[in-house]
């Protein structure tokens, strides 16, 4: 691994200082002292190179989708926050009066994955490497893959309760759901 330059360092950090406290202190010592410590200097270069390897990770698992059926089945759905659940993840709309008004957020389990906004998934940091590609094929067959999804775990793709009729297991949604989705 090649030794980053001072200035090429101080570049990075500048590129920072909006969102990062850490980057700002340092630009703002650099400035009044004109010099960090070695520490400093080698913490920073280590901090760059975390924030690019993450950056080059998430552009690895962008994705374009087309979520306009998954959007339809959350703006159809008779219930005060839809859910909707297949291939391990949980899909809902962001609050409409937010700064991703207009997305739908992703999430596996507890854990938030990215959200998908103007056509494109975009990974959070924390993002699983199975996500970009799970997106995608229940953005192209949401129906197809909320059976796969009942089929699997016995759960319901939209309330997530556990599904008992062997009917509603095969349909991958119980016959409540089936009615206020409109599926």
Known sequence: MEVMEYDEIMVGLKGMTE???FAHSLVTQYQRKGDLSEKQW???ER???KVDATAQ???TMQRSVDVSRIKNLLDSAKVKRPVFRAAELAFSMAPAHGKNAGAVYVKR???YQGKIIAGVFVPSSACAPATADAVVAVA???RGEAVKHGKITGQCSCCG???TDPVSIEMGIGPICASNWGL
């Open 19 to 21: 969102w990062n406290s």
């Open 42 to 44: 080698d913490a920073a």
């Open 47 to 49: 901090m760059i190179r």
């Open 57 to 59: 990770r998430k552009a």
């Open 109 to 111: 389990g507890p854990d």
């Open 140 to 142: 192209k067959d949401p």
């Open 161 to 163: 309760r556990q599904l």
